[in-house]
């Protein structure tokens, strides 16, 4: 088969491989019709994490060609969805709804090519919502629930010493008020679906980008899109001086944190789902000053698909502008390239 192969740092290519075998009861195997370019997997090609040579890519839209004899709400012919990380269902940690932290849980790697083998099907797949093109339902597997959670543990830790504390099922239910101040801290791809989901939850919404040519892009999303040079007075305008209830950090960048550290209220949330690997150093007088409340870490998208399924839908028609480029695996060379150096933003790989 066909897939995007990680040869080295800044190097992929589109190479024959083999394709995957079922190596447990509870796999499937999938025959992938489209693939995203995510944000993370940009950690790899700039050498950040050194797995060695691999098949690139996570986010996964396809139908089931084969299945595990333990496999049993799935069968072959299911047109699916796939997370990008896994989750078995049943363990400690899934039972509280923190599947991002499943003891079997890693983040998938395969998926950019033909076929993708893909375990635990019965706790991982979700079946293809058919209503929805291909290409937006990829938003799914990936950064459209990590925008969601980020900006719902945001939410969540301002609220927790509410007088009437609410739960999912009232963010379900549509019982949670809008209310207070955000930022988002990165307009990439993550960035813009964390946008449409604080507007959800946020009744103003901020958001900033070295890169000046995403901010029209995160206004389209609901935000108030500006430089960093003139973010500190709007928000300290629109809060009285305080600064911002709650900032959404999704770059993975120490920089970005402790932006996100500066432009915090008192007793203000940060919420990061950037994938931070690397050391950075945080300025400890300034929690210890403001009492920040904080969360970091990996997405939990069983736990969050519904509710960015919802952000989805209620905003279908902005976000099938939302993938720029739809290309053959091919072009992985120069897409790679291009997003690398923040010239595009979401890339989706089509299957022939």
């Not at 195997?29 to 790899?44: E, Q, R």
């Not at 550290?261 to 690397?278: C, D, T």
Request: hydrophobic residues 40%; contains cysteine.
């Amino acid at each position: 088969m066909k897939a995007v192969v990680l040869k080295r740092a800044g190097v992929v290519a589109a190479e024959e491989v083999p394709i995957p075998r079922l190596k447990a009861d509870t796999d499937v195997l999938i025959k992938v019709h489209v693939a995203g370019l995510c944000g993370s997997d940009l950690h790899y090609y700039r050498g950040d994490a050194d797995d060695g040579s691999f098949v690139m890519g996570h986010e996964v839209v396809g139908t089931i060609v084969e299945a595990g004899s333990e496999v049993k709400q799935f069968q072959v012919g299911d047109h699916v969805i796939s997370p990008f990380s896994v989750s078995c269902g049943s363990c400690f940690y899934c039972d509280k709804g923190y599947t991002s932290r499943c003891t079997s849980n890693f983040c998938l790697t395969g998926g950019q090519a033909e076929f993708f083998r893909l375990p635990l099907a019965d706790s991982m797949l979700f079946p293809f919502p058919e209503e929805l093109p291909e290409d937006v339902a990829l938003l799914m597997t990936d950064i459209l629930p990590t925008g969601y959670s980020c900006a719902y543990n945001a939410r969540r830790l301002l609220d927790e010493d509410a007088d009437a504390p609410w739960s999912l099922a009232d963010l379900k239910a549509g019982r949670v008020e809008r209310k207070g101040v955000a930022i988002v801290i990165g307009c990439g791809p993550v960035g813009l679906c964390a946008i449409s989901s604080a507007t959800t939850l946020f009744e103003t919404v901020f958001a900033t980008d070295l890169n000046a040519s995403r901010l029209a892009v995160a206004e389209k999303h609901g935000a108030i899109a500006l430089s960093a040079s003139e973010l500190k007075d709007a928000v300290l305008a629109a809060t009285d001086g305080r600064g911002a209830d709650a900032v959404l950090e999704v770059v993975g960048h120490g920089s970005a944190l402790n932006a996100a550290f500066e432009y915090v209220r008192p007793y203000g949330a940060v919420s990061s789902v950037g994938v931070h690997n690397l050391k950075f150093e945080i300025d400890g007088d300034t929690l210890y000053s403001k009492n920040v409340r904080m969360q970091f870490g990996r997405c939990s998208v069983r736990t969050f698909f519904p509710l960015a399924l919802d952000v989805l839908k209620n905003n279908l028609e902005l976000f099938k502008s939302f993938v720029e480029h739809k290309v053959g695996i091919e072009e992985a060379e120069e897409y790679y390239k291009l997003f690398n150096e923040g010239k595009i933003n979401k890339t989706v790989f089509v299957m022939d």
